[in-house]
């Protein structure tokens, strides 16, 4: 199993970015598939989930309305798009693959297979 970010940058307040994940090595259109951030010193916080098909996606408040989570399932990709930016939202980005045998879409505790990250800075 492999999950490769990209798309990570340095934006200015109110700019926008979309971050793509690239996965391998398993049926990805067979299970959801999640967005997590780490800012320095702190703890992981789950981003957004959307389930196999991509008709339901999860978010949680604070990017409500600001990011927007999808997948192409033909070419084994989620994405993130990222709007009007803020300076809070600066964080490395994970993605990460949601096991089948868990309801809890956002514990990020329990998914399986995680990217190696891509930096986000948003900053004037």
């Known amino acids: 199993v492999q999950l490769v970010e990209s798309g990570g940058g340095m934006v200015q307040p109110g700019g926008s970015l979309r971050l793509s994940c690239a996965a391998s090595?398993?049926?990805?259109?067979?299970?959801?598939v999640a967005w997590v951030r780490q800012a320095r010193g702190k703890g992981p916080e789950w981003v957004a989930t959307?389930?196999?098909?991509?008709?339901?996606?999860y978010y949680e408040e604070f990017v409500k309305g600001r990011f927007t989570i999808s997948r192409d399932n033909a070419k084994n990709t989620l994405y993130l798009q990222m709007n009007s930016l803020r300076p809070e939202d600066t964080a490395l980005y994970y993605c990460?693959?949601?096991?089948?045998?868990?309801?809890?879409?956002?514990?990020?505790?329990?998914?399986?297979?995680w990217g190696q990250g891509t930096q986000v800075t948003v900053s004037s």
């Open positions: 990460a693959r949601v096991p089948s045998n868990t309801d809890y879409y956002y514990a990020y505790w329990l998914y399986d297979y």
């Open positions: 090595g398993f049926t990805f259109s067979g299970y959801d």
């Open positions: 959307v389930n196999t098909g991509g008709s339901n996606t």
